[in-house]
């Protein structure tokens, strides 16, 4: 047995004590396969598991994981860490959840060199301490299939 393989422990498993006793000892966990390999500048791919979960970690030379890769009965989670992460693709991006939260701690930018839209089959909320709907070039058109309705202490037009 080398260092990379999981010692193999079985209930059947005692102690020297426990037989010089005549006592059994208590069914022992079967140790997670845990396998490391070294990679550039000190990074390390350090894959564990067993029969219900595998993890797979690459870790930064400090030890703390940057990217874990676990499977499990509940499916397949990815995390990413780090100071930053991009994404690039020459084809199309899509991203697709149950629901989908993006926070940004200093601020979130969407832009686009093409036309953008956004759709919700309920309610669409803009929220914020003060809000701005400029056009750079051309109209701004407010359409709906009701009433149009504006609240505020002064509404001033053209002003």
Do not use: C, F, W
């Not at 997670?32 to 797979?56: K, M, P, Y």
């Not at 200093?106 to 953008?116: I, K, L, P, Q, R």
């Amino acid at each position: 047995m080398n260092a990379r393989e999981p010692a193999d422990t079985t209930a059947s498993d005692t102690t020297a004590s426990d037989q010089a006793s005549g006592r059994d000892a208590a069914p022992q966990e079967p140790q997670a396969d845990v396998r490391t390999l070294a990679l550039a500048h000190g990074h390390a791919l350090v894959v564990s598991g067993d029969q219900e979960r595998n993890v797979l970690h690459l870790k930064d030379p400090s030890g703390a994981a940057s990217l874990e890769i676990a499977i499990g009965p509940e499916g397949i989670r990815l995390m990413v860490r780090g100071a930053g992460l991009s994404l690039a693709t020459t084809g199309a991006l899509a991203i697709e959840a149950e629901s989908l939260s993006l926070h940004g701690k200093n601020g979130v930018s969407v832009t686009t060199e093409g036309d953008a839209r956004i759709e919700a089959g309920g309610l669409l909320e803009t929220v914020g301490r003060s809000q701005h709907i400029r056009s750079a070039r051309g109209d701004v058109r407010v359409q709906a299939n009701d009433d149009v309705r504006l609240e505020g202490e002064r509404i001033r037009l053209n002003s």
